[in-house]
């Protein structure tokens, strides 16, 4: 995964967190020789001092707010670069998706995940340690006992989160997994809504909805019970040492010989000293959460063929289960540039699945596809058409700004399928069979290397389907077509049969 998305707004993040700490330290310091020119009745001076101190920092406000400004710009256009570029890995198949529930959980719930932890966890810890080491130097700088007292006693924050590492991890996988499985079963119910109704099964989906929608809620209030707890634990230990430095420092005004004014300067450091290390601490916790979330995203890369380069590309031991029924079992095969190749085989044989495998749709359960070929150089018409509710026009104008379509061809499969004077209509709207005839007219003029037809006939009236063949006779590239009917005569150079989820040469 590509991290250079959010160089901008960490950098923004970080240059923000140290300038907020700078206009603070320059605050304790001008507090300090206020105290030491009231201490010393300089009335005169200290009043020259203190109006030059409030008009420096009046002016030191202006670049903060800028910072504060850019930071939040960026970081959107980095949020929306980087959402952008999952679309494209889920539309290039580098992103693994089964279905929308899923999809929704890891692109908007993992996304923000990895967001934050880039835009905010990481400059703050970044800058926190930065912090919190440049605190200690000038404590030390000021008085070494103090500094190396605020120190130590700084390390004893580091108990809880040790402690508290373990639990956090737990529960943030069993609320995601949660999360996943709800709203996976109510896509479920959603697609399957009619088919409840028709057996009368509503009841028995909302039941199980509602002890998935206790699970969430179950996960929210443990996920509560655990940031109450962190929360009250970093809280009694930051106010024992927030207050406990305030006595410590007062006995050494007392009995150490530290002089009064230092202690303005000296509370800011300590309370930066002990502040800080809870911004490492989140970035403990957030970078496990941030490993999850690419792990469940999934990313990997699309294997080249390596094989002289005349092979389009090689399926090997592919297999493929749908809920306990395995369509595919080891199927192989391999396409090379200038290959006719006719797929058949039974209804149910894995053949559709094969095929979607093939083009990158779906994803084995094992083996693997590799590619001669860029993936966007393979056209397709599937069985099952999306149905998009927009205008066929609209879409085409999107195919030609692509580059992947020869429009004047295109035109030309419009007119040979009768369905010119269609395309002002949402695709949603048209008929299987003009829908059919949009995609194959499409995927007839597309630019690619291999062409990928499943059933191309069906649907189709005998005008068109003439006009199917004489297109796919004249075609002189790499086509693969699966098809039930037997009087297609295209040259076949080679037959592959699907039987049993297995792909054999008949």
């Known amino acids: 995964m590509k991290k250079d998305f959010f160089c901008p707004s960490q950098t923004a993040g970080i240059l923000y967190e140290v300038v907020s700490y700078a206009l603070l330290l320059l605050c304790g310091y001008l507090l300090s020789d206020l105290l030491e020119l009231a201490l010393a009745g300089s009335w005169r001076q200290m009043y020259r001092t203190g109006l030059l101190a409030a008009a420096a920092l009046l002016l030191t ?18 949020s929306q670069h980087f959402r952008e570029y999952l679309y494209q890995c889920v539309l290039n198949r580098t992103i693994r998706v089964e279905n929308r529930g899923e999809m929704n959980v890891l692109l908007n719930s993992d996304a923000d995940t990895i967001a934050s932890y880039f835009q905010e966890t990481r400059p703050k810890a970044i800058s926190g340690a930065a912090v919190l080491l440049c605190s200690a130097v000038l404590l030390c700088t000021v008085d070494w006992r103090i500094g190396l007292l605020f120190f130590l006693l700084n390390l004893t924050q580091f108990l809880p989160i040790i402690v508290y590492e373990k639990w956090s991890r737990q529960l943030y996988r069993q609320t995601h997994s949660a999360e996943e499985t709800y709203c996976n079963w109510m896509l479920e119910g959603y697609n399957g809504i009619r ?7 509503e009841q028995w989906y909302l039941k199980r909805y509602y002890r998935l929608n206790q699970e969430i809620v179950r996960s929210g209030k443990r996920t509560e019970k655990a940031i109450a707890v962190e929360n009250i634990v970093f809280q009694a230990i930051d106010s024992l040492l927030n207050y406990g430095s305030y006595v410590i420092l007062g006995l050494f005004v007392l009995f150490g010989g530290l002089p009064i ?7 800011i450091l300590g309370g930066y000293l002990f502040s800080s290390i809870s911004s490492v601490f989140d970035l403990r916790l957030q970078q496990f959460q941030y490993q999850e979330a690419v792990k469940r995203l999934g990313f990997h890369e699309i294997q080249p063929v390596h094989s002289g380069g005349s092979c389009i590309l090689k ?10 029924k395995q369509v595919l079992n080891h199927a192989s095969c391999a396409v090379y540039s200038g290959d006719r190749i006719l797929l058949q085989g039974d209804n149910g044989s894995g053949k559709s699945t094969f095929l979607r495998i093939l083009a990158g749709l779906e994803e084995p359960d094992s083996g693997r596809v590799t590619y001669g070929i860029p993936q966007n150089e393979i056209a397709l018409s599937l069985q099952e058409e999306p149905q998009l509710n927009i205008p066929g026009k609209e879409l085409v104008h999107a195919l030609n700004e692509t580059g992947c379509i020869h429009m004047e061809q295109l035109a030309q499969h419009f007119q040979g399928f009768h369905i010119l004077e269609l395309l002002a209509k949402p695709l949603s709207e048209l008929s299987s069979g003009e829908r059919k005839k949009f995609y194959l007219a499409a995927a007839l003029a597309h630019r690619g290397k291999l062409l990928i037809l499943d059933e191309p006939t069906n649907h189709l009236d005998q005008a068109s389907i003439a006009y199917l063949y004489e297109q796919l006779r004249a075609y002189t590239g790499t086509f693969l077509i699966c ?16 039987d049993g989820g297995i792909c054999h040469e008949p």
């Open 61 to 78: 406000l202006l670049p903060k707010y800028a910072l504060s400004v850019w930071r939040n710009r960026q970081k959107q256009i980095d």
């Open 195 to 201: 088919t409840l109704k028709a057996y009368g099964a």
């Open 261 to 267: 004014e230092k202690t303005p300067l000296l509370i």
């Open 315 to 324: 399926a090997e031991n592919l297999s493929k289960t749908f809920e306990g």
């Open 483 to 498: 098809t039930h009917t037997t009087d297609m005569d295209l040259n076949w150079n080679k037959t592959l049969l699907m």
